[in-house]
């Protein structure tokens, strides 16, 4: 908030006031004020503000002088949004997430903090660099996805649990290992599932 106040007076009695207030927050500026004199006063406000549509979606901000960008996580809320490593906010219902101030023709850093994720949604991207032309606007998709995902404990055929580093392909898809006591965590689980182990002695099963 912000506020200014003038006051003259002339050599003939003459007076004039004036007087302003300003009012700022992340959606918009209000300004109002009065100025005059004696008994003649002119009375004024104003609205200042932007309104940007990007991805099906219509934001409104704070005036934007310089360029911005759209953060999207495929429709995924409440994602924590960070620029330059500074945490800016979350995105909305619809996964989007507005950043009205962006630097123009600078290589800035956008990133998702992927711990705020639910255990259930995965992303392969966490950060990306994009450089924003002045006056324009960019739409940044960080490809978030829901994921099916287990924890489960895989033995052999004596009952005995898998050695530790065990390689685990899940329907064709390399990346699980599995643990102590035979515990492997495994993603992009489907209904009916087919896995193969590559064991440290070389064999499969």
Same mark, same amino acid.
Request: hydrophobic share 40%; proline share 5%; with cysteine.
């Given at each position: 908030?912000?506020? /200014? ?12 006031v004036q007087a302003d207030l300003t009012w700022r927050n992340d959606l918009m500026q209000l300004r109002g004020?009065?100025?005059?004199g004696d008994g003649n006063y002119t009375r004024w406000a104003g609205a200042s503000g932007s309104i940007a ?8 901000? *704070?005036?934007? *002088? ?7 996580? $495929? ?27 962006? $630097? ?14 639910? /255990? ?15 006056? /324009? ?31 685990v392909t899940v329907n064709g898809k390399p990346g699980a290992y599995v643990g102590w006591d035979g515990i ?22």
């Amino acid at each position: 908030m912000g506020w /200014s106040h003038g006051f003259a007076e002339g050599s003939k009695a003459e007076r004039y006031v004036q007087a302003d207030l300003t009012w700022r927050n992340d959606l918009m500026q209000l300004r109002g004020g009065i100025y005059g004199g004696d008994g003649n006063y002119t009375r004024w406000a104003g609205a200042s503000g932007s309104i940007a549509m990007m991805d099906g979606s219509t934001f409104i901000a *704070n005036r934007i *002088n310089d360029a911005f960008a759209v953060v999207s996580t $495929s429709g995924e809320p409440d994602v924590p949004v960070r620029y330059e490593n500074q945490l800016i906010g979350k995105t909305d219902a619809g996964g989007h997430l507005l950043v009205p101030w962006a $630097s123009s023709y600078y290589r800035a850093k956008y990133s998702i903090d992927p711990l705020g994720l639910p /255990s259930a949604v995965g992303t392969p991207i966490v950060e990306q660099r994009i450089a924003v032309r002045r006056g /324009s606007g960019y739409l940044l998709e960080f490809p978030v996805s829901r994921v099916v995902a287990a924890t489960a404990t895989l033995y052999d055929a004596a009952g005995q649990p898998l050695p530790i580093g065990a390689a685990v392909t899940v329907n064709g898809k390399p990346g699980a290992y599995v643990g102590w006591d035979g515990i492997a965590y495994m993603e992009g689980l489907q209904t009916r599932n087919a896995l193969i182990i590559a064991l440290p002695d070389g064999g499969t099963c």
